[in-house]
Every structure is written in C-alpha cells, then in structure tokens.
C-alpha cells in the first residue's frame, strides 16, 4: 500500500513553493508605477526636508544647532538623495545577484517567477530613486572607487546565503529609516511617495530574502557559517558607511572638515542606526551568523 507520508524535503519544496506563489498574489494585487503615483511635475518645494532631520547624520550635534532652517532643509535633502543614490548602487548589484542565482533554475517554478517580478521591481525603484535624487537637486552621489570595486567583485563572486543576507541587510536599513520619513509631513510630499512605494514592495522582497537565507544555511556546517557570516558583515559594513556620501556637506553649503568629524562623532545617529537594526541582527542570530569577527563589523558599523 502506498505510504501518503510527504518526506521532508519534498514538503520543503512545497512550503517554498507556497510562499513564492503568496508573493507573487501580492504583487499583482498590490504594487505601483511610480511614472504614475509619484508627482514628478510640480516643482520642489525648498520648505520642506528630504528626510526627517533627525535622521540627518548631523542632528543633535553643535552644527546642526548653529545652522539655519533652510540649511538643515538643505542638508537632509542631501542625504536623502544620496541614501537613494546608494540604494541604485546596491540594487544593482541584488539585481545581478539574483538573476545569477536563478540562472538555470525551472522557469514553471513560482520561486524563479517570483524572483524576475523582485528583479522587476528592483528595475523600477532604481529608476524612482534616481528621479526622487534629480528633483531633490542632487548629483549623482556614488560610493568611493574602493567601494564600488568590492561591490563589483561582491556580485560576481557572493551566492547562496551570502547573497541573500547582504540583500536583507540593506533593505532593512533603508525600510526602518523610511517607515519614518514616509509619515513625517515636514518630508516632501514625492518623497513621502517614494518611500511608501519603496516600503510596501520591499516587504515582500525581505520575506524572500529571509526564506531564502533559512533555506540556503539549512544544512550549512561551522565552516560555512563562519565563512558566510564574515562576508556579509563586511556587505553590511560598506553598504551601510556608504549611505551618506561625504559630499553632502559641500552641496549643501557646510564646512565639510567640520560636519564629517562631527557626523563620526554623533552619538544620536549611531544609536538611531543600532535601534533601526535590533531586528536583523536577531534574525541574524537566529540564523547563526553574528560570529566574533562578524560581530566586530557591525559594531564598527553602529548597527550593533
């Protein structure tokens, strides 16, 4: 008589594949066009931030004190623009990621469906965020060469959970960060726009990565673990020191030796940045990925 017990990794297979087909419901019922939901056609309006000023790497310090009004409206518009101009940077290189990792996957799989719809998206919220930096004023901020060459080697060589976790990474900086922008009315009402956009369609882009992180160390040794627990720390390290470009300071009108020593020295932007991140670093543990030397690289970061 035939045994209707499901073994285990087929019944893994089948959660997977429940949880990507969920996805995939939610994108169609709930997703935006920015061409469409942003207003790109009025023109800035310079009474308003580009981000809540108390996410300025400057606010609570001396300077931000001296400054005037229009200065931190200024400056917060700057560093919007280069948290968006970073988040382009590294959804390209999730975008490459992703697409290597499904490469010769099964196209009728709902899991390699759903991860064309997150490249997808990805697709649009480059193009967003970099229409959201050209209206806030903004050049193109990158991260230093050094940084985007290790970004270059990180998307052709990283796989598996190391890829997935360092996707998780940044976008659950930029979700706790722009949760609160979103609801702040002193924000640009298209920025507001933007990060709601951002928020609700990388929730899902988060559970994925989150799946796929489980599944990948599923039978991961110590070795493994170790290994892949110090390459996305190092992820995490320039991806999140790469947020707010030094120049900010000179396109918003500051000293620039003045405000980059008292942004380093800014305790109320490192505690904001390791109370956004209290919850992945718990997945983080929970997955067996916050070694010593790991460890060492969020707090050096501030995200611990």
């Not at 997703?31 to 056609?41: M, R």
């Not at 290597?100 to 991860?115: C, E, H, N, S």
Request: charged share 30%; hydrophobic share 40%.
């Amino acid at each position: 008589m035939a045994s209707s017990t499901v073994r285990p990794e087929d019944q893994d297979r089948i959660d997977e594949h429940d949880v990507a087909r969920r996805l995939l419901d939610s994108s169609a019922k709930l997703s935006y066009d920015p061409v469409t939901e942003v207003d790109w056609d009025t023109p800035l309006d310079k009474d308003f931030h580009g981000a809540s000023p108390e996410w300025s790497t400057l606010y609570g310090t001396a300077y931000w004190n001296e400054l005037t009004d229009a200065q931190r409206k200024e400056l917060t518009r700057q560093e919007a623009a280069s948290v968006a101009s970073t988040g382009i940077w590294f959804e390209m290189i999730l975008q490459q990621m992703v697409l290597r990792d499904i490469y010769t996957t099964d196209a009728t799989d709902p899991r390699f469906q759903w991860a064309l719809t997150e490249i997808a998206d990805e697709c649009r919220h480059s193009i967003m965020f970099a229409r959201g930096a050209a209206k806030l004023g903004a050049p193109a901020y990158r991260p230093r060469r050094a940084v985007v060459e290790l970004g270059r080697a990180f998307k052709t060589l990283a796989f598996g959970e190391a890829a997935y976790a360092a996707i998780l990474v940044a976008e659950e900086v930029l979700d706790v960060m722009q949760r609160d922008w979103m609801r702040d009315e002193r924000v640009a009402p298209f920025v507001r726009t933007i990060n709601n956009i951002h928020v609700v369609e990388e929730s899902r882009h988060m559970k994925f990565a989150r799946d796929e992180t489980r599944k990948r160390l599923r039978n991961a040794g110590p070795l493994r673990r170790q290994i892949n627990a110090f390459v996305i720390a190092v992820a995490s390290y320039f991806i999140v020191t790469s947020m707010v470009n030094r120049e900010v300071y000179a396109n918003a009108g500051l000293d620039t030796r003045r405000a980059r020593a008292e942004a380093a020295a800014n305790e109320h932007h490192k505690s904001l940045m390791r109370s956004s991140c209290s919850g992945l670093m718990e997945f983080l543990a929970s997955a067996r990925l916050l070694t010593r030397p790991a460890l060492a690289l969020y707090k050096r970061a501030h995200l611990i």
